[in-house]
């Protein structure tokens, strides 16, 4: 690339505040998470005993680990595969030439300013069994009082559903814009040719729309993983028994609550390793998209 | 393209009906919140607005200082947004306007890596980190590890691309520095891209839960967030929602005014090049 500024010392003072941030509280902490994740750590941090892989073969052998894993994966499926879906469904009936269009756009698009801890002090209270609406709505329907204290699996279906709904707004926007991008002269054609709607939606605008859904499916599968710790604080602290302690719950007990801190620190390279396959298939598919665009 | 009335209609009752259900859970939070305790402890429960709104705000606020929090989360959100904002401002110009210099690549792929490293995955070092520097507990650990911001360097960059050559070139003839080309000619025709990112970035941080409750622990240093897990404390048995639900309308009200504020500015300038 051309230089327009001629400049040799610049270019360094302007990229190293960032690269400083970048270092200091990003990369070298990583890097030391995998250091410690071999060693046994005293409670206190002073004396460091090296364990090898120990703590991770540990892990995978721990039951409260691998229930953790099994419903982080429920609960991050949940969300991609319903969220995605609805929110698909409400972003392409949003951009119909319809009255009043922009209102229901932002009507749908306001979840996003919620917080993961502000969408579970409300859900607690819709789903309160001795109070909540929700609660009395099903109990109408069938006659069943649900009481997600003490049911491990309703609570695991009730914070995967109000983390959900959060990340709806999120997703409706997204989906626009990519709606948006879609070229009209391509859906005229399709018309022309007789396809129906159904038929112009499932081979015109979904496939240009991937883009779109690969990117949400990544950035929602990083908010499965990584984002919902608040939802889960104030919700259930990952109870009742183990049902809703999702990874990012457990890593906080383990490292910060119990201190074992080179356990905590193995259960962050396993993340690290889902962020690494998340990754490495965007570059893939970013790669790829370029071909039919 | 042309739809019939049929479609139009069912397309508006779907929306309506949807847009019902997305709302209802803040609706109600909005009608406990007016509540009296009594009222809100009713089963079934009651949907009509109460006349205790003003009673349960200021329960609220002072049981858990209220106004400190929100202050305390005001300043680390716009703090953080301004700091992100002018690191990538800076950044994405390195990258842009001067050729290939020594180290460009490595310095672009350390930052843009920042997106696979979420605080989890470095959660306890660097928390031992921030207590070497004797920070817990201060403004600075809340704020100063949030600055980089991948994505507002790539959003930065990709537009200063778009940006013709002849501007800078002019500037130069005209004798403008590098850092008087960029205060007076990128940052005012960025203004679109700014206001998105402050958007995101804003909503972003008035949300982090986990880094304030680990680097915190003083009630004076708590961010609102966590002052919803202080008013559900102790609530087990019956929760006086009413007061929460008050607390929770007023940690939720900032974001949504802001979003409400710059979606417009949000969608031209983020999401519409998101995946380009």
Known sequence: MESRFPNKILPYLLVMPSL?????????????????????????????????????????????????????????????????????????LANLPLAGVDIYRTALIWPFALSPAVAGTIWALLVDPSTGPITYFVQLATGLRLNWMTNGDLALLIVTVAATWKMLGYNVIFFLAGLQNVPKELLEAAHMDGA?????????????????????????????????FGLIDVMTKGGPGKATDLLVYKLYEDGFVNFRTGYASAQSIVLFVFVAILTILQFRFAGKKVFYR | MQITRTQSVL??????????????????????????????FSFPPKFHVGSHLLENYRTAWERVNLGRLLFNSTLISVAVS?????????????????????????????????????????????????????????????????FAS?????????????????LADAARMDGAGPMKFLWKILVPLSKTN??????????????????????????????????????????????????????????MLPPLIILLILQGSFVKGFAMRQEK
């Open chain 1, 20 to 92: 400083l941030v970048v270092l200091v509280f990003l990369i070298v902490p990583s890097i030391q998470s995998f250091y410690l994740s071999l060693f046994r750590v005293s409670p206190f941090g002073n004396v460091l005993i090296f364990k090898g892989l120990q703590n991770f073969i540990h892990l995978f052998q721990d039951p409260a680990y691998l229930n953790s894993l099994i419903r982080s994966f429920f609960f991050t499926g949940f969300i991609v595969v319903v969220g995605l879906s609805i929110s698909l469904g409400l972003a392409v």
């Open chain 2, 194 to 251: 700014m206001l998105a990112l402050f958007m995101i970035e804003f909503i972003y941080m008035w949300n982090q839960y986990l880094w304030p409750l680990i680097v915190t622990h003083t009630d004076d240093m708590r961010v609102v967030q966590i002052g919803l897990k202080m008013l559900l404390a102790g609530e087990e048995q019956a929760a006086e929602w009413n007061v929460i639900m008050a607390g929770t309308i007023l940690a």
């Open chain 1, 196 to 228: 129906g709607s159904f038929r112009r939606f499932w081979n015109v605008t979904f496939p240009l729309l991937s883009p779109t859904t690969f990117f949400l499916f990544i950035m929602n599968s990083l908010y499965g993983f990584f984002e919902v």
């Open chain 2, 82 to 146: 301004a700091g992100k904002i002018l690191l990538s401002l800076l950044a994405a110009f390195a990258f842009t306007y001067f050729g290939d210099f020594r180290g460009k690549t490595t310095f672009f792929i350390l930052i843009l890596i920042t997106h696979m490293l979420p605080l989890p995955i470095r959660i306890v070092p660097t928390f031992e980190l921030v207590e070497d520097f004797g920070w817990m507990n201060t403004y600075y650990a809340l704020t100063i590890p949030f």
């Open chain 2, 11 to 40: 397309a508006h009752v779907t929306l309506i009906v949807s847009i019902l259900v997305i709302a209802f859970p803040v609706f109600f939070a909005l009608i406990t919140s007016t509540h009296s305790f009594q009222e809100s």
């Open chain 2, 150 to 166: 991948a994505t507002g360097t790539l959003l930065f960059r990709q537009f200063f691309l778009t940006v013709p050559n002849d």
